[in-house]
């Protein structure tokens, strides 16, 4: 058990619809990370948040929006979706801000029909 | 562009039989290079990380190496559990790990 919690393990939504995922970092990480993992692309960085602040940006799109909060636990928003957004997206946690071992919750696997 | 490159893609083994897996990279700014298992439906699980060339890790019957461009990762007599897909993340100068399509290795009794 990595101490990574995400909510929920399984959303099935239709396109067009918004969702939020949700991820409770290990107790005393500061660094929460969002990936998006599909069986073509492998895990895609997205976002990160260091301490309730941005840090680092990657390919996420403009619909996707993400924040985290002053306990520390993070929200990945997802709109007007589409079927190509069908993936699994993993938050992973780590102590620094800079890269060192990240620990990775279990993931949310979203379909979009 | 930073870039990771891990063959081969899929590897089958039969228990005893070592190999090693290969993870390529130009990552601007390098900030380590880490290594993860995955298996299906879960999250990748931290093994290693290497911060310089030379630098070896071991674990159980895994060894991983570094050189400036590229990373091995050693398999000694597999087991049947030891079948998962193996990650490769470089650390980029942005603070973020930078994936591989990994290795998917089965390990035949």
């Known amino acids: 058990d990595s101490g990574v919690t995400q909510t929920p393990k399984h959303l099935i939504t239709a396109t067009g619809q918004r969702v939020t995922l949700r991820c409770s970092p290990r107790?005393?990480?500061?660094?929460v990370y969002w990936y998006q993992q599909s069986l073509d692309q492998g895990l895609q960085f997205l976002i990160q948040?260091?301490?309730?602040?941005?840090?680092a940006k990657g390919n996420i799109l403009e619909r996707f929006s993400a924040q985290q909060f002053p306990d520390l636990h993070s929200e990945l928003n997802l709109s007007s979706l589409e079927l190509g957004d069908s993936a699994l997206y993993f938050c992973?946690?780590?102590?620094?801000?800079?890269?060192?071992?990240?620990?990775f919750g279990n993931g949310t696997r979203l379909t979009v029909t | 562009e930073d870039q990771v490159t891990q063959s081969p893609e899929a590897l089958r083994l039969q228990e005893g039989e070592s190999s090693s897996l290969n993870c390529s990279y130009t990552?601007?700014?390098?900030?380590?290079l880490f290594w993860y298992r995955q298996d299906p439906g879960k999250g990748p699980e931290f093994l290693f990380t290497?911060?310089?060339a030379g630098e070896e890790k071991e674990k159980e019957r895994l060894k991983a190496t570094l050189t400036k461009k590229e990373s091995f990762l050693h398999i000694t007599a597999p087991k049947p559990e030891d079948s998962a897909t193996y990650l490769c993340?470089?650390?980029?100068?942005?603070?973020?790990?930078?994936f591989g399509k990994g290795t998917k290795l089965s390990v035949k009794p």
């Open positions: 990552v601007s700014g390098l900030r380590g």
């Open positions: 107790s005393g990480d500061l660094s």
């Open positions: 993340a470089p650390g980029g100068s942005q603070g973020n790990l930078i």
């Open positions: 290497l911060y310089s």
């Open positions: 992973a946690s780590s102590v620094e801000r800079l890269p060192g071992p990240l620990h």
């Open positions: 948040y260091y301490n309730g602040e941005e840090r």
